[in-house]
């Protein structure tokens, strides 16, 4: 959505800037601004001239079009280059979480607006920013055990940080979730509502180059609105109650012993993802826990995907739910009894040439 009338340039990622403040916007709306390789190295140069600026003050990233800030990566591309074996998957992997890892610690305000269908890649641009802002129609998810993967671009980090478990039950359902429950599950810092948002825009981009997050911080906060209720404030106690297991199973059978229509739903709903996406997403969850910082969550991703990139459950669910569109994968193996510790095991290997060092 564009918020501010600059003239912007480009043609996959627009950039420009007005008075202090710097400006990204995603710009392949027919595809819900999806990630190409091309997009995160032009991001990568619009931050490098941002940065070293000093007459910018901060950055302000949304995505064009009506349906959303960021769908995710290209998974056509992952599809078809993982399976032919040509190496873009790997590049693009490797560059994405570097970008992800440099959002983190960017050394300017850094402020989304995330609105619309922000899911998977899109929480790599967006979750690790110091200004993240919901807003009416934010419809946040990291869906990928539907499709033969794992939550990645640090969202293991982001889901082990999240309160009690509603990061492992967002990890392990992929369930979309609203503005309340975005905030709630520390993935956005505020809600403005829809109708404010060119306003905020306008006096960000009256800043003085002399602001700092704290100045961005305190201007944002006077557009900042209550943001409606989600489910997490009704389900917050069973969700902890439930997901607090260190097995899938476990956890299934939790669901199952509640008297809950929402117990149920999310039982049902894992019980359509890949068996082996469901363990390793745990098993990544559980190690996120005890990491020290962002940077060790994107290396272990980054090793993840080299064994993903060789699993056939990867494949087949870009298939089904991307290429072929039944959305109905046959996944191998096909029950969580025949993913042994050995499978799991196999993606938490260091990987051969490190991500960050």
């Not at 419809?139 to 940080?161: C, N």
């Amino acid at each position: 959505m564009r918020y501010l009338t600059t003239e912007l340039t480009g043609e996959e990622v627009l950039t420009g800037r007005t008075g202090a403040l710097g400006l990204i916007a995603l710009n392949r709306p027919r595809i819900i601004n999806s990630l190409s390789l091309v997009m995160i190295r032009q991001i990568e140069t619009a931050l490098d001239g941002f940065e070293a600026d000093p007459t910018i003050a901060a950055v302000l990233v949304t995505g064009e079009g009506e349906r959303g800030f960021c769908a995710g990566g290209d998974i056509r591309m992952l599809y078809e280059s993982g399976r032919t074996g040509d190496p873009e998957a790997a590049t693009f992997l490797r560059e994405e979480y570097r970008l992800n890892g440099r959002i983190g610690r960017y050394p300017k305000p850094y402020v989304v607006i995330v609105e619309g269908i922000t899911m998977g890649g899109g929480v790599g641009l967006s979750g690790h920013a110091s200004h993240r802002i919901a807003t009416n129609t934010t419809k946040l998810a990291m869906p990928e055990t539907g499709i033969g993967f794992f939550p990645d671009v640090g969202a293991t980090w982001l889901l082990s940080q999240a309160p009690g478990e509603l990061g492992t039950y967002m990890g392990l359902t992929g369930e979309p979730i609203g503005p309340g429950d975005a905030i709630a599950a520390g993935f956005a810092d505020c809600f403005v509502p829809a109708a404010a948002l060119v306003a905020l825009a306008e006096r960000l981009a009256a800043l003085p180059a002399t602001a700092d997050a704290g100045t961005v911080s305190d201007l944002i906060a006077d557009f900042a609105k209550t943001a409606p209720e989600g489910h997490f404030a009704e389900y917050r106690a069973l969700i902890d109650r439930c997901f607090a297991f260190d097995t899938v199973e476990q956890i299934l059978a939790a669901l199952d012993a509640e008297e809950s229509d929402f117990a149920a739903k999310a039982k049902a709903t894992m019980l359509t993802k890949s068996p082996t996406s469901l363990k390793v997403t745990l098993a990544l969850l559980r190690a996120g826990r005890t990491s020290p910082d962002l940077e060790t969550c994107l290396a272990r991703e980054f090793a993840a995907t080299a064994q993903t990139l060789k699993t056939p459950d990867f494949y087949e669910g870009i298939r089904a739910a991307i290429i072929d569109k039944d959305r109905n994968p046959e996944w191998s193996p096909a029950t969580l009894d025949d993913v042994g510790p050995d499978i799991v095991e196999a993606f938490l290997k260091p990987h051969p040439q490190p991500l960050f060092g």
